[in-house]
């Protein structure tokens, strides 16, 4: 079983619509969350961080971490065309100073907005 | 503000010819750099990362090395490529080894033919 399970999609929305990605993970250790957000063919971005439970928000971007189900979202608002890409989840729990960062990610979910 | 740069974009290799990938950060001192491998329809891959100057830890036991000169490069190589290493790859830097945020390059698609 996977840390870390993501539905790959794809999820095609039209324009305007409210776009729910989610995540699940098993290791209860994990207490830092992430949303990458990846156009095509370019490096995944930092879109959203969060730690331990508790929503967050960033303009149109919701995230929410429930620890108790082991369980994470990004919502999107009004989407935009230019929301079309890969949203990749990611979380870690820390780790000794020598061994440098450590994420796990999701295999990410492919969203198109449709105008 | 912190730049990284990554290239060559795209690269086409044939079977055996070696391969060399380098990356470069801007704006920071001692970062922590990583090099991940994504294959089409899969996640993220981490195959080797740097907390310092020639200290390298490798992920995955495979075909490729990597190597840290200088304190802001990132060198992934390979003395032979195979089929199996065609996928695109991404470095990517970390401010310190406590903080989780991770910046990544623009990535280069390899193929090996």
């Known amino acids: 079983q996977k840390e870390v399970e993501q539905d790959p999609g794809p999820l095609s929305v039209p324009e305007g619509a409210i776009v729910s990605l989610n995540c699940t993970y098993s290791?209860?250790?994990?207490?830092?969350f992430m949303w990458y957000r990846q156009y095509s063919r370019k490096g995944p971005e930092l879109l959203m961080y969060?730690?331990?439970?508790g929503n967050k928000e960033d303009g149109r971007f919701t995230a929410q971490v429930d620890k108790s189900s082991k369980y994470i979202s990004l919502f999107i608002r009004d989407s935009q065309p230019s929301d079309s890409a890969t949203y990749l989840c990611a979380m870690s729990a820390r780790e000794w100073e020598t061994s440098g960062s450590r994420l796990t990610f999701g295999e990410g979910t492919q969203l198109t907005v449709n105008p | 503000s912190q730049t990284i740069h990554q290239w060559p974009a795209t690269l086409v290799q044939p079977v055996g010819s070696p391969l060399s990938l380098e990356c470069t950060v801007e704006g920071t001192s001692n970062p922590n750099l990583y090099w991940y491998r994504q294959a089409a329809g899969r996640g993220l891959q981490l195959l080797f990362y740097s907390v310092g100057i020639g200290q390298i830890s490798s992920e995955v036991p495979q075909n490729l090395s990597a190597s840290r000169p200088q304190d802001r490069q990132f060198i992934l190589s390979s003395k032979k490529l195979l089929l199996s290493d065609s996928g695109f790859y991404l470095c990517a830097w970390s401010p310190s080894a406590t903080n989780e945020k991770l910046f990544f390059g623009s990535g280069t698609q390899l193929s090996v033919l």
């Open positions: 969060t730690y331990s439970s």
């Open positions: 290791n209860s250790a994990f207490q830092y």
